[in-house]
């Protein structure tokens, strides 16, 4: 059995009432309007991904008065590229839906999500999984 | 006149005594090997890149016990780029070597960097400058 992973996704977390100045200036900055079949009152936004395997760019209002940027790693198995990654020394923070939040032995806190891109499985890894 | 830019970088940016950790996670974490040429007692660990217009990404140690992720826009006219990203609401915070670093209005802290990646210019965009 094997599973794969990506780097997928760049989330910009904005203080929930900067929300719409981050989607204007990050739209802007990167030259990626935000998607036309995007809820604008959701949580998340989410900007245009050109073709290629690139990074999707998204947007998460957050309530914790964070300003920051992490990462989503996608996976097709994300009980077992949790599993491969607490091996190599990063620890579960929380179970929000169908993902998880972790931390890094550096410190940095990351997530990792099913698949969700356009791009699958554009430059994702295999990993082998023990038996 | 015209400039062009692109998202290039994602910087994984650990407190200096957890780099080394920082770098063998990471590593193993997207699969990246650090590059052979890399200087191992240099500030900033670079991990190789897959073809393509993708991300490089490097990890910095830093001094000030900051652990987080931030990403650098590359350009081949960083005081045109950085001019262009104020008119967008960022203002500079300060001047690094041959790089901007900047504030997004939303509070994220982002680099403007000459072009770098072995990649350029795959996916950048082109900017009309004022004349």
Redesign the interface.
């Known amino acids: 059995m094997a599973h794969r992973s990506r780097?997928a996704t760049?989330v910009?977390d904005?203080?929930a009432p900067?929300?719409g100045?981050?989607i204007?200036?990050?739209a802007?900055?990167?030259?990626r309007m935000r998607r036309a079949d995007d809820d604008p009152a959701a949580r998340y936004a989410h900007l245009e991904t050109?073709a290629?395997?690139?990074?999707d760019?998204i947007l998460q209002a957050t309530t914790s008065d964070h300003?920051?940027?992490?990462?989503d790693?996608e996976t097709d198995d994300v009980a077992a590229e949790v599993e491969r990654?607490e091996t190599?020394?990063?620890r579960r923070l929380r179970h929000v839906e169908d993902w998880w939040v972790m931390r890094?032995?550096?410190?940095?806190v990351f997530c990792v999500i099913p698949v969700q891109s356009a791009a699958w499985p554009e430059?994702a890894?295999k990993?082998p999984d023990e038996v």
Do not use: C, M, N, Y
């Open positions: 780097l760049l910009i904005s203080d900067r929300q100045s981050a204007a200036f990050w802007g900055a990167l030259g050109p290629g395997p690139t990074l760019v300003e920051g940027v992490h990462f790693i990654l190599l020394g990063a890094a032995p550096s410190g940095q430059g890894l990993w």
